[in-house]
T-cell receptor, first 113, second 113 residues
Framework: NAGVTQTPKFQVLKTGQSMTLQCAQD?????MSWYRQDPGMGLRLIHYSVGAGITDQGEVPNGYNVSRSTTEDFPLRLLSAAPSQTSVYFC????????????FGEGSRLTVL | EDKVVQSPLSLVVHEGDTVTLNCSYE??????LLWYKQEKKAPTFLFMLTSSGIEKKSGRLSSILDKKELFSILNITATQTGDSAVYLCAVEVGGGSQGNLIFGKGTKLSVKP
């Protein structure tokens, strides 16, 4: 069972470069989300989606874009990377928006120089 | 502003000790409270609590919710070195952000042999 798959696991970028973190789930979950985790800050919600074609902002959306063209995929785009975006990014999904338990991917460690 | 506060932020114990981790919350629309364990990578699900006073138990771990006083505790008895991890508390909220999880900063537990 693949669950939630994130790629790449590690990435180094230069300031101003753009990139996309990929996220795919094979559990037919309606709800998908992206979090970033920084030391001492816990997990903070960037963007989320409650179904294909529907996305919304979380707590820290600036500098990030998302789209949800299919149920399975929820990519996170960094338009112009900044050192403040150095973090570990987690994609997570759950069956529906009101079903509590989130299933997490393994994380993507991003460093912006 | 919705918030989840965990205490202590870090804790060092010896094998065999019993520990209690705390989670308090202030949210506008409470739906459920969840506990996760995070070792090297992705958080893994432990418990979801929705009703006050009903203990959830899994092996040496147990948790209970008090919706009147707005807190939850996670107990670990007879700790083992394998319990060393960051324990995350999250609250699922309703209303406009329905279904989103707000995380605390976590409690880092270190169990010494």
């Amino acid at each position: 069972n693949a669950g939630v798959t994130q790629t790449p696991k590690f990435q180094v970028l230069k300031t101003g470069q753009s990139m996309t973190l990929q996220c795919a789930q094979d559990m037919n979950h309606e709800y998908m989300s992206w979090y970033r985790q920084d030391p001492g800050m816990g997990l903070r919600l960037i963007h989320y989606s409650v179904g294909a074609g529907i996305t919304d902002q979380g707590e820290v959306p600036n500098g990030y874009n998302v789209s949800r063209s299919t149920t399975e995929d929820f990519p996170l785009r960094l338009l112009s990377a900044a050192p403040s975006q150095t973090s570990v990014y987690f994609c997570a999904s759950k069956r529906r928006r009101n079903t509590g338990e989130l299933f997490f991917g393994e994380g993507s460690r991003l460093t912006v120089l | 502003e919705d918030k989840v506060v965990q205490s202590p932020l870090s804790l060092v114990v010896h094998e065999g000790d019993t520990v209690t981790l705390n989670c308090s919350y202030e949210v506008t629309n409470f739906r459920s409270l969840l506990w996760y364990k995070q070792e090297k990578k992705a958080p893994t699900f432990l418990f979801m609590l929705t009703s006050s006073g009903i203990e959830k138990k899994s092996g040496r771990l147990s948790s209970i919710l008090d919706k009147k006083e707005l807190f939850s505790i996670l107990n670990i008895t007879a700790t083992q070195t394998g319990d060393s991890a960051v324990y995350l508390c999250a609250v699922e909220v309703g209303g406009g952000s329905q279904g989103n999880l707000i995380f605390g900063k976590g409690t880092k537990l270190s169990v010494k042999p």
